[in-house]
């Protein structure tokens, strides 16, 4: 199951271990511009940062959360800004902090992240050097002409905080448990989006079948429209030729009704008998 801390302070306003001093704005800056979907601040040992997963120096969890609040105790801190992590572990820190190790924590600061002008967290180490240590640590790098943690830094303009020892506690994210009902409203809810699918389907091969059979009766009544204006244009010829076949019919039956013809001979018109040489027929 997974852990998550309460909110730990991992920073307080003040020197570094080069030298530089983290201001109040930097603290505000920090709370308010983290979000690990922007970047990822993850926890690491000692600020070293290993390549391997199965190394010593492997990542043991990320942070997930930061506030910034002023310290009201009654310790030489009261009055100062301090920053404050969430803080989701791994299995070996948990393990770790259990058996005392690695319990204090030293944050990596960029002070112009992203060419923002701003500053931000970009890594939290744990070590087992406390805060006189960090002091010690802080006189030697300003004196030294090169600083012996610059190999750590993610950026050389990177600064570490002086470690400070927190109290790391982990409780367990309760999820939400699997009762009766939720898997019966999971079933309906699988079913309806099954379902849902299942008739988007259908809707969809419902207008493709509409688009393709308009498409079709599109297509079938022009070519209709055309077979009937081309026929009704033949019939409109066949009926002005034989309009006018008729009229030279009837043209040449009157032609020849009222004409003789010049080549046959014509048989005599009989104009009766006068009484002589009559012949008459023996019936």
């Known amino acids: 199951m997974p852990k998550v801390s ?11 271990c080069d030298g530089r001093e983290i201001s109040a704005a930097d603290i505000d800056q920090m709370a308010e511009g983290f979000d690990p979907r922007v970047y990822g601040c993850r926890v690491n040992l000692e600020h070293y940062k290993g390549l391997l997963p199965d190394s010593q120096f492997k990542r043991y969890g990320d942070v997930t959360a930061l506030k910034a609040d002023t310290i009201d105790d009654d310790s030489a801190l009261k009055g100062k800004r301090a920053l404050y992590a969430q803080i989701s572990p791994t299995d070996d820190l948990v393990a770790m902090v259990g058996q005392r190790q690695k319990i204090y924590t030293s944050m990596e600061i960029q002070p112009n992240f992203a060419k923002t002008g701003k500053a931000h967290l970009v890594g939290l180490a744990v070590t087992d050097d406390p805060a006189s240590l960090g002091t ?63 008739f988007a389907d259908v809707h969809a091969a419902v207008e493709v079948v509409a688009t393709f059979a308009q498409e079709q009766v599109g297509q079938v009544e022009t070519k209709l429209t055309a077979t009937e204006q081309a026929l009704t244009e033949r019939l409109t010829q066949i009926e002005q030729a034989a309009a006018a076949d008729r009229t030279e019919l009837v043209e040449l039956s009157n032609k020849l009704a009222h004409t003789d013809s010049g080549t046959q001979a014509r048989r005599p018109f009989s104009n009766g008998g006068n009484g002589k040489n009559e012949v008459l027929t023996d019936c």
């Open 6 to 16: 309460k909110f730990i302070r991992i920073g307080v306003a003040g020197d570094t």
């Open 136 to 198: 010690e640590m802080l006189a030697f790098s300003a004196k030294a002409s090169v600083n012996p943690l610059a190999s750590r830094k993610a950026a050389p303009e990177n600064l570490f905080s002086a470690a400070t020892e927190v109290e790391m506690t982990f409780d367990d994210v309760q999820e939400p448990g699997v009762t009766l009902l939720s898997r019966i409203k999971g079933m309906f809810a699988a079913k309806q989006t099954t379902d849902e699918a299942r």
